[in-house]
């Protein structure tokens, strides 16, 4: 059956970087997209882009540029998300999720991983 | 960017009544190409990701109770759950896939009267 299985919780102080990875089973994992979308504490989904995992291609939304980067080892049908010096506001939850080549549609997500980033 | 508003933003409907939630775009989703409308909705429950119910504004995913529905076009859409069951307790959100990036509306949180 389809997985997305993520990394761990995280707890960093400000500035520092974190790694979040999605490793992927049960389908190809070079026949879909793979997206990832923030959810801050009580809030509601932002979608903050998306890894093409044939071309390598990624594309970030507005707002996710710069200190986020998407990347891949299709060797092991993995996608990492690594944010770079980390703000107070970056505290979230993290989903990857299987996005359909044709449309944007979400069909299968990972369970989450909770960044908390605090001094 | 396309902005997506839903409406309400809670709704409090009895057990077995219909419930019906509001998206709006602030431009036209319809794919011209194949006249569908690219839109999801999704449903989260607390503690848990989201899933998906419907694509292309009106499709259903595998496995979806048939008592959601989608609707609309162009930049108004609906989703209708026509029996409510205290399963359904959760937030809805729609998701346009138009063009990126792939905006979410707002989460209408669904509880019971």
């Known amino acids: 059956q389809v997985q997305l299985v993520q990394s761990g919780s995280e707890l960093k102080k400000p500035g520092a970087s974190v790694k979040v990875s999605c490793k992927a089973s049960g389908y190809t994992f070079t026949s879909y997209g793979l997206n990832w979308v923030r959810q801050a504490p009580g809030q509601g989904l932002e979608w903050m882009g998306w890894i093409n995992t044939n071309t390598w291609n990624p594309t970030y939304a507005r707002g996710f540029t710069g200190r986020f980067v998407f990347s891949l080892d299709t060797s092991v049908s993995t996608a990492y998300l690594e944010i770079s010096g980390l703000k107070a506001d970056d505290t979230a939850i993290y989903y990857c999720?299987?996005?359909?080549?044709?449309?944007?549609?979400?069909?299968?997500w990972g369970q989450g991983t909770l960044v908390t980033v605090s001094s | 960017d396309i902005v997506m508003t839903q409406s309400p933003d809670s709704l409090a409907v009895s057990l077995g009544e219909r419930a019906t939630i509001n998206c709006k775009s602030s431009q036209s989703i319809l794919y011209s190409s194949n006249n569908e409308n690219s839109l999801n909705w999704y449903q989260q429950k607390p503690g848990q990701p989201p899933k998906l119910l419907i694509y292309?504004?009106?499709t259903r995913e595998s496995g979806v109770p048939d008592r959601f529905s989608g609707s609309g076009s162009g930049t108004d859409f609906t989703l209708t759950i026509s029996s409510l069951q205290a399963d359904d307790v959760a937030v809805y959100y729609c998701q346009q896939y138009y063009s990126t990036p792939y905006t979410f509306g707002q989460g209408t949180k669904l509880e019971i009267k």
């Open positions: 292309w504004a009106s």
């Open positions: 999720a299987r996005g359909i080549m044709n449309r944007g549609s979400l069909d299968y």
